[in-house]
C-alpha cells in the first residue's frame, strides 16, 4: 500500500462525521472544519502523486472530468449573475458555499490517484468498512434507548454520529461493498469481511430511515445483479444474498417510517387525516410543498435560475408562497417556508432547476450520465478484477441519485463525499488484483 493511500483512509473517518463533532476555525465568512483539512491534505497528497507517478491513472475519466468542470464553473458563475437583477442575494455567502461544494470535488480525482493497486483499494474500503460498522454499532444503541450522540429515541431512526440521511448514505456504500464483492466472488477473509460489511450496511440503512435511500439503493442493486449476471460472476447464493439485502432494508425502512407514510396518504386523501396533522410539520406533505415552491421559481427563472442557492433567499421564494397556500390549504403551516423559516428546496433536482436553471439542470444530468457510463462501460467490459472498483463507483453513484431526491445543495456533508467518491470509484482501475 501506497501512503497516498493510507492518508484516504485516515480521512474517511473525519469525512464521515457530523459537524457537530469536529473542531473548527471561524475565518471570515467561512468556518473551517477538521474535515474541510483532511480533504485538502488528500487532495495535495494525490497532486503529489500525480507529479511523482504520473497523472496516466486521469484518463479513463476524462469525460467525468470534463462534465465536473462544466457545472462547477456554472455553479461559480451562478453565484454573481444574481448581482445583476434587483433582488437581494447574499452572494458573498454563497460563494463561501460553493468554494465547500467545489472542495468536496477534489475527493473525485484523488481516488484514482491514490488508489493505484490492489493493495491500496484494500486499505481504503477496510477503512469505509471499519468506520461503518463503529456507526451502525452506534445507531443500533440509539435505536435501543441509550441516550447517546443527539439519538432520536428508542425505536426511531437514528442518526448515529452524522445524521439520519448521511448514516444512511454511509451504510448503502458499505453496503454496496459487501454486496458487489459476493458478486464478485471473493474468497477466505475477504468474503468474511464482505458478509460484515452486508449486516452493518443494511442495519445502518434501515436506521438512518432515508425512504428516497431506498429507492436508490435498490437501482443501485438491480444495477449490480445485472452487470454480475452479465459477466458470469455471481453464483446464485450471492444472488440471493444482495436480493435478500435490498429487500430487507426496503421492508425495514417502510416499516420503521410507517407513521410518515401514513401522513402521506392522509395529506393524498386516501385516509382520514389525524387532529394534529394540521398542525405538525409532516415530511412527505412539507417535500411537496417545497418541490412545487421550487418549480415555481424555476418556471420564472427558466434559462439560468435564479442563482446559486437563491431558492434559499425570501426575495426568491416569498413570491411564491401564496400561491402554495392556495394549492396545499391542508398543510400545516409550519411546513411552509417564511421570513424566518429557511427549508430550501431539499430536492436537489428541482432546486438545480430553480437556483441554475435548465442550462444548470443539463449540466449537472450530463455529469452524472458520463460517470455512470464510464463507470458502466468497465463493469461490462473490463477484467473482473480491474472492474471491480467501477462497479463500486457503478453502484455508489446510482444509489446518490436516490439520496439527493431529498437533499439540497449542501457543501460539507457526507453525502457530498458518498456522491464524489463514486465519480472518484467510477475512473479508478487499479492493478495488481488476482483474478
Known sequence: MTPGAVLLAAALPIVFLHLRYQPDVVVGRATVKLSDAAILVVAAAAAWAG???????????????????????????????????????????????????????????????????????????????????VATIAGVLQWAGWNILAGWGQGH??????????????????????MVALLWGVNGRLRIVAWI?????????????????VVGLVLAAVVALVVAVRRHLAHRAALAAAVAATLLCTLGVIVLRSGDFGQFFSFLGVRHASASAAKNIE????????????????????????????SK???????????????????SPQSFPSATRDYGIQNLYIQALADLGIVGFVLLVALFCAGIWVALSAALRAPPATAFGAMLGLFWLVMSLGFWGTQDFVAGIPIDAVTWLGFGAAATRFRGAPA
Open 197 to 213: 460489511s452486508v449486516v452493518a450496511g443494511v442495519i445502518g440503512v434501515v436506521l438512518g430511515g432515508a425512504t428516497s435511500g
Open 51 to 133: 507529479l511523482r507517478r504520473g497523472w496516466a491513472p486521469l484518463r479513463p475519466g476524462k469525460w467525468v472530468w470534463i462534465a465536473g468542470v462544466a457545472f462547477l464553473v456554472w455553479v461559480l458563475a451562478a453565484v454573481f449573475y444574481p448581482l445583476a437583477s434587483s433582488r437581494a442575494y447574499a452572494w458573498k455567502t454563497h460563494l463561501v458555499t460553493a468554494g465547500e461544494y467545489g472542495e468536496y470535488a477534489l475527493l473525485a480525482p484523488a481516488v484514482p490517484l491514490l488508489v493505484r493497486r490492489y493493495a491500496d483499494a484494500l486499505v481504503t474500503l477496510g477503512a469505509l468498512v471499519a468506520w461503518t460498522l
Open 283 to 310: 415530511t412527505y406533505p412539507q417535500h411537496t410543498v417545497l418541490a412545487y415552491i421550487g418549480v415555481r421559481i424555476w418556471l420564472h427563472h427558466p434559462i439560468v435560475g435564479a442563482g446559486f442557492e437563491a
Open 157 to 178: 431512526r437514528e442518526p448515529s454520529f452524522l445524521g439520519t440521511h448521511d448514516f444512511a448514505a454511509l451504510a448503502g456504500m458499505t453496503l454496496g461493498v459487501g
Open 313 to 331: 433567499e425570501y426575495s426568491t421564494y416569498g413570491p411564491e408562497l401564496a400561491a402554495a397556500h392556495r394549492r396545499f390549504p391542508n398543510v
